[in-house]
T-cell receptor
């Protein structure tokens, strides 16, 4: 079975721009979660989507948003980028009954 | 609210020595506990998980962890370190049930293995 894929792997953006990251979960998995990883704050939960609905949200500003499509693929969007948004963004997929999450390789976002 | 504390941001061992990475958790409900490993420029790989079955959990690459409710701990061990074990290790706690379906991670422990 193919693992979780994320595109692009690396991204450089300028302050004020917006960015969209994509995540394709493991086939059959309907839950997709997003996490932000930074050296200072560590791994922080952004949000979870299940069956195209946001089920849970972390403590991030409204500039961070996401969506999930009918094929379970998910995108997250960050608008009005700030320098502090530079991070590794990780996507994780799961079946809710599976009690574990599988992570993709991440998208490294650099904001200049 | 759930939380995880990993004692020691950096642990250094010699090849062949015991690896012990410490994790303490706080949870108001029976927890699910996980250890993940992250190699440079990669995502997180699940090493093992505890979901209220056996308290001693065996994972991949020779790692194991023991759930101790009285100590609220879930320490990760490996009898003999290998150079390839050098990576960052994250302990996580989760409800992974109901509406609070997310992982809460510790700050991570960087494991260095010396030849």
């Amino acid at each position: 079975k193919a693992g979780v894929t994320q595109t692009p792997r690396y991204l450089i953006k300028t302050r004020g721009q917006q960015v969209t990251l994509s995540c394709s979960p493991i086939s059959g998995h309907r839950s997709v979660s997003w996490y932000q990883q930074t050296p200072g704050q560590g791994l922080q939960f952004l949000f979870e989507y299940f069956s195209e609905t946001q089920r849970n949200k972390g403590n991030f500003p409204g500039r961070f948003s996401g969506r999930q499509f009918s094929n379970s693929r998910s995108e997250m969007n960050v608008s009005t980028l700030e320098l502090g948004d530079s991070a590794l963004y990780l996507c994780a997929s799961s079946n809710r009954g599976l009690n574990e999450q599988y992570f993709g390789p991440g998208t490294r976002l650099t904001v200049t | 609210a759930q939380s995880v504390t990993q004692l020691g941001s950096h642990v250094s061992v010699s090849e062949g020595a015991l690896v012990l990475l410490r994790c303490n958790y706080s949870s108001s409900v029976p927890p699910y506990l996980f250890w993940y490993v992250q190699y440079p420029n990669q995502g997180l790989q699940l090493l093992l998980k505890y979901t209220s079955a056996a308290t001693l959990v065996k994972g991949i690459n020779g790692f194991e962890a023991e759930f101790k409710k009285s100590e609220t701990s879930f320490h990760l061990t490996k009898p003999s370190a290998h150079m390839s074990d050098a990576a960052e290790y994250f302990c996580a706690v989760s409800d992974l049930r109901g509406s609070n379906y997310k992982l809460t991670f510790g700050k991570g422990t960087l494991l260095t293995v010396n030849p």
